[in-house]
């Protein structure tokens, strides 16, 4: 059983930055896609970011690409979500989440919301205007 555990959220103006990490129980996490989903009070989940378990190929929501840069370090069981120029719909909690399983359309389970299979708690990220 992985444990995923997120962290890095706070409060933060419009236009600035913060980096979530997502951090990973057991070494079998790096055998496995992992991505960011985002979930505003009053709204539904919504997918954030992807990354392929070797690192090599990512996937994004429209809404963040050009702002939002996600990346992991294998060695330290650790994916991060690197966010620039927020804006106050920005506004979340940031969940870290993974399937158990792999898939040569790894990025699918992601971008449709469906097939994860480890969630971490969350992290809040307020973006003030």
């Known amino acids: 059983q992985v444990q995923l555990v997120e962290s890095g959220g706070g409060l933060v103006q419009a236009g600035g930055s913060l980096r979530l990490s997502c951090a990973a129980s057991?070494?079998?996490?790096?055998?496995?896609?992992t991505g960011w989903f985002r979930q505003a009070p009053g709204k539904e989940r919504e997918f954030v970011a992807a990354i392929r378990w070797s690192g090599g190929s990512t996937y994004y929501a429209d809404s963040v690409k050009g702002r939002f840069t996600i990346s992991r370090d294998n060695a330290k069981n650790t994916v991060y979500l690197q966010m620039n120029s927020l804006q106050p719909e920005d506004t979340a909690v940031y969940y870290c989440?993974?399937?158990?399983?792999?898939?040569?359309?790894?990025?699918?389970?992601?971008?449709?919301?469906?097939?994860?299979?480890?969630w971490g708690k969350g992290t809040l990220v307020t973006v003030s205007s």
């Open positions: 989440a993974a399937p158990g399983t792999r898939s040569s359309t790894w990025y699918v389970p992601f971008r449709d919301g469906v097939g994860m299979d480890y």
């Open positions: 057991a070494r079998t996490f790096n055998n496995y896609a």
